[in-house]
């Protein structure tokens, strides 16, 4: 295999300029050619890109270092530059005539051993390469990344008719194990995978949803978080793509899919869709589309006269029961909801199945295309598993459809199968293939399908694997309750017991832990029943102490978000492993509420210890959980000190569990909290002032005030002298009794009943 050292990016819009800040996050120098401009900076295009990844909604770039990675220049002044380059990655314009220009221009530069691929998923190898010498088609391949580079898991590796294995190893090692993508072999054919059933099952909502005459509110309340989807919906997802960009995305694959192919079926525009964007209502980007924000309320467009009215949540018992017990609830339901789901997920499911074996023998493919790319949950044939293949070819023959031969001869069986201790999958043939993953590649939610779970409950389980024992939250969004609790104590308890290595506390989903659920405070200070709140607060805090206590180390692995009472379990780990994209942070403040896990507690310590200062530590402290502040990369995290120094991270999530399992062994236990002497009243006044004249400025609401005051009493001491010592347990007792005090207010339970209401139910 090739050493990929420098790398070549050429085109700066979205796709170009995503690859270059991924490339520049795994710390590899690049260079980010767009065309020259007129003007003063002739490099503006390419400067343009670079300002891209600086949005701090979605930024492409992880820190400072990583921006100064990037290079920026111009083909015509700078193409010379890529004949240092390893690997050059188009992402031009989608015109043949143009790529294959800059490909003879390339092969004209580049070195030999050079290797150049295209992010293109519309136009063949074949044709990209017509007239290339060997040589070149020999090392050129597709890499296709989906937006945001940085957030998107999956990369579509294609290869050619003459591609070198070498290339493609090369290719496939290094964008998984340098830039974190989960990476996915893909025939040469239109739309590869995960746009082929992906943009099948957007396109077949929306028709649905307008045969159905169901409401946008109606089709995304379903064709969401219910089936395992994102719970944008499919409205909700047009709005976020780009109607137009959307209506463009189905043109394109109508035009380079066979004739028969089932997706013409629903790539016929929609009248009043088209009218959207006639009238410039094309999403997000022009902040109307299906869904618009009016000051703070939320409105959605009625389908039958096109004007807005007011968006509710949808609430039926039918999706209360599919959030307990899943798919089957919806598709035997036969209420219009039900027979909208099933219309849809027996389409989607047949198309992903009809394309075995003609374009990939493998399910898996298929199905991490979709989770990959698509933020599935589960693959299309994971959900046949769930649904049963004999229900679901039953009911499609019932209905008259076709039935796919893949579907047909698979049967009184199941996708995936558990082998012996080893999960396999069910070829075209009907063998058993054993998944096989890449050296250090390790998904728990496919390793645990080989174990039982030594405990569980609704909230949480616990399995022993490796000689440790694994933690996973599986509640809604991974909400922290009693039940999380217990068996976090159970687990530490048990390892402890059994000689163990240790415990990692970690999950497959999309986040690790939103924060404590709402509910759990809801039903408290619905009863009046504060004296169960402390008691579930002290519950929680012992639970961190006896996790920092534990005499066996506990590692954190995680991924996604982990806010609020999330945080503060991997703050109380005694070695973190994160994903490179892991939000992290205490987010209490926005709930009207302060950290009450130890998260306060943990974070003046860390402070202090870092600035060897009381008085800066508690300043820093009170300003940060005040604020709010979230660190998007382990860069941002270590500036707020929310990592310890040997704490590391991975570029590829599923790198995450592997790396936890190697270096338990190695990790030594936090030390135990010495008290400390507190800033006192003067500081804890200085606090309150600095909350008075922001709020005078009119960036403090008086309720950011109270809640400012709450956390400045708990790092300050409050109207305690400086230099009062308060034991690590003081701390806790103060951060409980703050946490009281808001729950009590008015403002705090408007709040909390808002977001819940609102379906935002985690945010601790």
């Known amino acids: 295999m090739n050493k990929i050292i420098k790398v070549g990016v050429i085109g700066a819009g979205t796709m170009g300029a995503g690859i270059a800040g991924q490339v520049a996050n795994a710390g590899i120098e690049v260079w980010l050619l767009d065309l020259p401009t007129e003007g003063e900076n002739v490099n503006s295009l390419a400067q343009k890109g670079l300002e891209r990844l600086r949005d701090p909604d979605m930024p492409g770039i992880m820190s400072k270092e990583a921006e100064e990675l990037i290079h920026l220049g111009n083909t015509r002044d700078n193409f010379n530059e890529l004949n240092e380059c390893d690997w050059i990655a188009e992402a031009v314009v989608e015109r043949l005539d143009i790529k294959q220009a ?11 051993s050079a290797i150049i691929t295209s992010n293109t998923s519309t136009i063949p190898i074949s044709l990209l390469t017509e007239g290339m010498p060997q040589d070149f088609c020999e090392r050129f391949a597709i890499t296709h990344f989906f937006n945001p580079v940085r957030f998107m898991r999956l990369l579509e590796l294609v290869r050619g008719e003459q591609t070198r294995q070498d290339v493609m190893d090369t290719l496939d090692v290094f964008c998984e194990s340098m830039l974190g993508k989960g990476v996915v072999p893909c025939s040469d054919t239109p739309g590869f995978l995960a746009n082929r059933v992906g943009v099948f099952a957007i396109q077949c909502a929306l028709h649905k949803a307008f045969e159905y005459n169901l409401s ?13 989807l994102p719970k944008t919906g499919v409205f909700g997802l047009y709005d976020l793509i780009g109607i137009d960009l959307m209506a463009d995305v189905a043109k394109s694959l109508e035009n380079i899919l066979p004739e ?13 869709v088209s009218n959207m964007i006639a009238n410039g209502q094309t999403g997000n980007k022009n902040d109307q589309g299906f869904y ?70 493998d399910v898996t493919q298929i199905d991490d295309a979709m989770k990959l790319g698509y933020n599935w949950v589960k693959g299309p044939f994971e959900l046949i598993d769930e649904i049963g293949i004999d229900y679901f070819v039953n009911r499609l023959k019932t209905s008259a459809r076709d039935v796919p031969d893949f579907l047909e001869n698979s049967t009184n069986k199941k996708f995936y199968i558990n082998s012996n201790s080893i999960l396999s999958t069910l070829t075209s043939s009907g063998e058993l293939k054993p998944i096989v993953r890449p050296k250090g590649v390790l998904r728990f939610s496919e390793a645990r399908q080989t174990l039982a779970p030594i405990n569980s409950n609704e909230s949480a389980s616990w399995f022993e694997y490796e000689d440790a024992a694994v933690v996973e939250f599986h509640s809604k969004a991974n909400a922290l309750d009693s039940q999380s609790l217990d068996m976090i104590s159970d687990a530490v308890t048990a390892a402890e017991n059994k000689g163990l290595k240790g415990v990692i506390i970690h999950n497959d989903f999309q986040h690790f832990s939103c924060g404590v659920s709402l509910w759990s405070v809801r039903n408290c200070f619905e009863k009046n029943d504060f004296d169960g709140l402390d008691d579930f607060l002290a519950y929680f805090q012992n639970t961190m102490l006896q996790m920092r206590n534990s005499s066996l180390p506990v590692v954190a692995a995680p991924v996604g978000m982990s806010i609020g009472g999330g945080f503060e379990v991997v703050l109380h780990a005694d070695h973190v492993v994160s994903h490179a994209n892991s939000v992290m942070g205490l987010v209490e403040s926005f709930v009207g509420v302060v950290p009450a896990g130890g998260g306060c507690k943990e974070m003046l310590y860390r402070w202090t210890e870092k600035l060897n200062d009381t008085q800066k530590g508690a300043w820093k402290s009170f300003m940060n959980i005040g604020l709010g502040r979230k660190a998007n990369s382990p860069q941002e995290a270590d500036a707020l000190s929310m990592r310890r120094p040997g704490d590391t991270f991975q570029m590829n999530r599923d790198r995450i569990l592997d790396a936890a399992l190697s270096t338990i062994g190695a990790t030594k236990k936090a030390a135990k909290r010495e008290p400390l002497a507190l800033s006192g009243a003067e500081h804890y006044q200085e606090m309150l002032e600095w909350l008075e004249v922001n709020h005078k400025k009119g960036m403090l609401t008086p309720h950011d005030v109270t809640v400012g005051t709450e956390i400045g009493r708990v790092m300050s001491g409050g109207e305690c002298p400086a230099g009062t010592v308060f034991s690590e ?36």
């Open 102 to 112: 800059l490909y003879k221009k390339l092969h004209e530069t580049c070195k030999e």
């Open 216 to 228: 946008p509110t109606e089709a995304d309340a379903f064709f969401g978080r219910p089936l395992g």
């Open 260 to 272: 028969n192919d089932a997706f013409h079926k629903y790539a016929a525009p929609i009248e009043f």
């Open 292 to 361: 618009k924000q009016v000051g703070d309320d939320k409105m959605v467009i009625d389908l039958s006269n096109g004007s807005y009215v007011e968006h509710k949540r949808l609430k039926t018992s039918l999706l209360e029961e599919a959030e307990k017990t899943g798919v089957a609830a919806i598709i035997s339901d036969q209420s219009k909801y039900g027979l909208f789901i099933w219309d849809v997920l027996s389409e989607t499911l047949s198309y992903a199945a009809s394309l075995v074996p003609e374009v990939t023998e």
């Open 729 to 764: 347990q003081d701390i806790l007792n103060a951060e409980r009794s703050s946490f009281i005090r808001l729950a009590q207010t008015q403002e705090t339970q408007a709040r909390i009943v808002a977001m819940l209401d609102n379906g935002i139910t985690l945010r601790n």
